[in-house]
Nanobody
């Protein structure tokens, strides 16, 4: 059974850091692009960052450049999102997703095939 599970969310003060993890089971990330998205109630789900597993090519939304870093661990079949300098505006549910795309750091959420249930990140101001 294909499954993605996020972990690492929680409550943090503004200026603090969190590291999210996304672990896959039932398939290998090796031919996929992995993305982190976020969504607040009433808003559309937006892309935060993506990584092409094979090449390591990445994409970052402008609002996280210089603060967030996406990385991968081949042995653990896990993707991480290191979030630094968090601000209240970063409060959202964060989702991990996988797109069957081995060449391009896909940004369009409609192209993603598998999604995790999400993890809440709350930044207190």
């Amino acid at each position: 059974q294909v499954q993605l599970v996020e972990s690492g969310g929680g409550l943090v003060q503004a200026g603090g850091s969190l590291r999210l993890s996304c672990a896959a089971s039932g398939f290998s990330f090796s031919s996929y692009t992995i993305g982190w998205f976020r969504q607040a109630p009433g808003n559309e789900r937006e892309v935060v960052t993506t990584i092409v597993w094979t090449s390591g090519r990445t994409y970052y939304a402008d609002f996280v450049k210089g603060r967030f870093t996406i990385s991968r661990d081949n042995a653990k079949n896990t993707v991480y999102l290191q979030m630094n300098s968090l601000a209240h505006k970063d409060t959202d549910v964060y989702y991990c997703a996988a797109a069957d795309q081995a060449m391009i750091a896909v940004r369009d959420r409609k192209q993603y095939d598998y999604w995790g249930p999400g993890t809440q990140v709350t930044v207190s101001s």
